[in-house]
């Protein structure tokens, strides 16, 4: 077969990558006269050099993995899922409509019903486009992304004219039911006795999201309808052959993504601000498609993309406060990770696949 | 934790050497962006000059989104920044959460009242310094049409045009003054086309004075205004310059002082409601060699009268945050 190992395809080419981007922000950094070095402890410190930033790391993480897993479960049916970002502030409003409208008196089940009201809004706003796609078969990128701004347009109208408390000037919605915050990973560590990320935001929520990294592994690979999601995916003709109905599995699995991206409300919102607010996601469900690129559309490999971006995340929050680089280019450096993990993904795996066939041939040869 | 915590300012004082002591001040602007060349400018200016004259150093953080407020906020506690200013009443509720759980930091909050025994809530009379914008705004406006143009659609910009239009019909009884919005979010704050959009509205509706009371949004009132040759005022900093001679005034409101006074306190900060008025120099209208030319000997000497007349009671500037409503309107 005419490929290289797996290991280096899934572990070689994203760390070549990565380092390549590496290089090119510590250009940039060089050019405007800061200390690239100053500037990667800053981050390695300010995000893993302290309970304090893995608290902020894995908090950014859990809102990757599922906007990631969102992108993996859609692409997998060969559908390029953009509308993660509006999926996720729409979950954002069923959560806050759940913990605000229904009585719950403990969060052990606010915690499920959040996650109903967070998956069911994500799921809706998927479904018109995953529609639009599967019976007037207008473009799903188009669709979806167009819906991002519908969502934060609604998502405004209802905070401003709706949620607003009276005599509040911040659009943003009353605080939720005290009795409905989620733990923290904090207080879970202090109950067994170890001081650990105190004041950090991350939540329960990120051992769901493990949960449901392996849920979907066992979708995709051990179940009949993610068998038909993936044969969908490599050939819609052959598919219909083999008696897959197109329309179906493109809804189901687009309303599975749109389920998933609405999830990481209960992350953001449930857990970390405990009201809903204006640009809640913050990108995330953006971020969720170079995760989902750099992780192979693989649960294991998005669970990697995620702590790293949680890090860029952390870590770029960190160059903020504690160096003079202005926030502009901190977004800079995030991008250029994501353009050469994501976009530029085959200009480091093709030479390297060369390499590594170059070397099989002329060992083959030796013996 | 102790010893993490040790390690963690250990690490951050060797790997940041030059940077910032511990006790520093700290600043966190509000959306809009720390050059606005109004609010949070103004908050800025305030920082740079308590560094000119104390050779101090402090930390500064300009919000991207509404989501980051308490991170922002728990991170500058934890870092040992003392006291903390705020920038803008969107950070009231995020800080009544977090200032308990700081209880030997010092929090200071601009245009909000968070009631928290740690926390210097800031608060200025912007319907005195708007009233005197509208006296001049009714000595210069020929067309008995002036305009406001407000940022976000808050109670507290509707108390500047309150004021603005009390103190326009203190002299044009009759006069008109149109409204206009820029949005309902915070992003209003930083939309100057649509600042320049809803000028040209006004303009057309004959308005020849326009009040811009929105944050970044009002450099496009203003641009706006001086294209159509009109008069404009701006807000919160001193903005006669933008447009020399074509900016009537600026109604300045002095958050570069409550800054200033807020660091040079230190953590020594007072808790409680403080009001910056017109008598202490909070809020005034702007008058310097940009503007020289178009007030006239009458405007200044109207605008005093009504800077005697508030500051004896005399006249009793509404505002409009005490029941919602505006009797000039």
């Known amino acids: 077969m005419d490929k290289m190992p797996k290991w280096a395809d899934v572990i070689l080419t994203p760390l070549i990558s990565l380092i390549l981007a590496m290089g090119i922000s510590a250009l940039v950094i060089l050019a405007i006269g800061e200390s690239p070095w100053t500037a990667l402890t800053t981050m390695v410190d300010g995000a893993l050099g302290s309970s304090y930033g893995w608290g902020f790391t894995l908090y950014y993480a859990t809102n990757f993995i599922f906007t990631g897993l969102a992108v993996m479960v859609a692409y997998h049916a060969a559908l390029f899922n953009i509308g993660g970002e509006g999926q996720a502030a729409m979950g954002g409003l069923g959560v806050a409509l759940v913990l605000l409208y229904l009585p719950l008196p403990h969060w052990a089940l606010a915690l499920p019903v959040a996650m109903l009201g967070a998956a069911a809004f994500g799921a809706a706003w998927a479904f018109i486009p995953a529609w639009l796609q599967a019976k007037r078969g207008s473009h799903i990128v188009i669709t979806t992304i167009m819906f991002n701004f519908i969502a934060a347009a609604v998502l405004s109208y209802v905070l401003v004219n709706l949620l607003r408390p009276v005599g509040s000037m911040d659009p943003a919605s009353a605080r939720f039911p005290a009795e409905t915050a989620l733990p923290r990973l904090s207080e879970l560590a202090a109950w067994v006795g170890i001081a650990w990320g105190r004041n950090t935001p991350v939540n329960i929520t990120f051992l769901v999201a493990v949960l449901a990294c392996v849920l979907v592994w066992v979708l995709i690979w051990r179940t009949r309808l993610g068998y038909e999601i993936r044969a969908l995916g490599k050939s819609e003709r052959g598919a219909v052959y083999a008696g897959i109905n197109p329309v179906r599995i493109t809804i189901v699995a687009m309303l599975i993504s749109g389920g998933l991206a609405g999830m990481m409300a209960i992350n953001n919102v449930m857990g970390e601000s405990g009201r809903l607010v204006l640009n809640a996601v913050e990108g995330a469900g953006f971020i969720g498609i170079a995760v989902a690129l750099m992780g192979r559309n693989h649960p294991f490999g998005i669970f990697l993309a995620a702590l790293l971006f949680g890090f860029l995340y952390q870590g770029g929050g960190e160059l903020a406060l504690w160096t003079s680089i202005p926030r502009e280019l901190i977004v800079v450096i995030q991008a250029l990770v994501i353009l050469f993990t994501g976009a530029l993904d085959n200009m480091v795996r093709m030479p390297l696949e060369r390499l590594f066939l170059a070397l099989r041939r002329s060992g083959g040869q030796a013996r | ?329």
């Open chain 2, 1 to 329: 934790m102790s010893l993490k915590t040790s390690l963690l300012a250990g690490v951050a004082l060797t790997a940041f050497g030059a940077g910032a002591a511990l006790a520093d001040p700290a600043l966190i602007y509000d959306l809009g962006g720390k050059f606005d060349k109004s609010f949070n400018e103004a908050a800025y200016m305030g920082a740079q000059r308590w560094v000119e004259e104390t050779g101090g150093t402090y930390r500064e953080l300009e919000m991207q989104s509404e989501a980051q407020r308490e991170q922002a906020l728990r991170r500058l506690a934890e870092s040992g920044s003392n006291p903390i200013v705020m920038a803008g009443f969107a950070f009231g509720d995020v800080l009544g959460q977090v200032a308990p759980d700081y209880p030997d930091t010092k929090f200071a909050i601009i245009d909000m009242v968070v009631d928290q025994p740690n926390v210097q809530s800031i608060v200025f009379t912007e319907e005195q310094g708007s009233y005197l914008a509208g006296v001049m705004a009714g000595m210069a406006s020929e067309s008995g049409t002036v305009g406001f143009i407000g940022g976000m659609d808050i109670p507290l910009i509707h108390k500047f045009h309150c004021g603005f239009a009390q103190g326009f019909k203190s002299i044009q009884p009759e006069g008109n003054v149109l409204m206009n919005f820029t949005g309902t979010t915070p992003a209003a704050w930083n939309d100057p086309v649509r600042g320049g959009e809803l000028a040209r509205a006004q303009i057309s509706q004959g308005a020849d004075v326009i009040y811009a009371a929105a944050g970044g949004t009002g450099i496009g009132v203003l641009q706006a205004a001086a294209d159509e040759g009109i008069l404009s005022i701006g807000v919160d900093s001193n903005q006669n310059a933008l447009h020399p001679g074509q900016v009537l005034t600026s109604m300045v409101k002095r958050v570069d002082n409550a800054v200033f006074e807020a660091f040079t306190a230190g953590t020594d900060l007072e808790p409680g409601i403080r009001v910056m008025d017109l008598a202490a120099g909070g809020v005034d209208v702007a008058i310097d060699e940009n503007n020289a030319e178009l007030v006239t000997d009458e405007m200044q000497a109207a605008v005093e009268e009504a800077r005697a007349a508030i500051a004896s009671g005399e006249v009793t500037v509404h505002d409009y945050m005490t029941d919602n409503t505006c009797p000039a309107s």
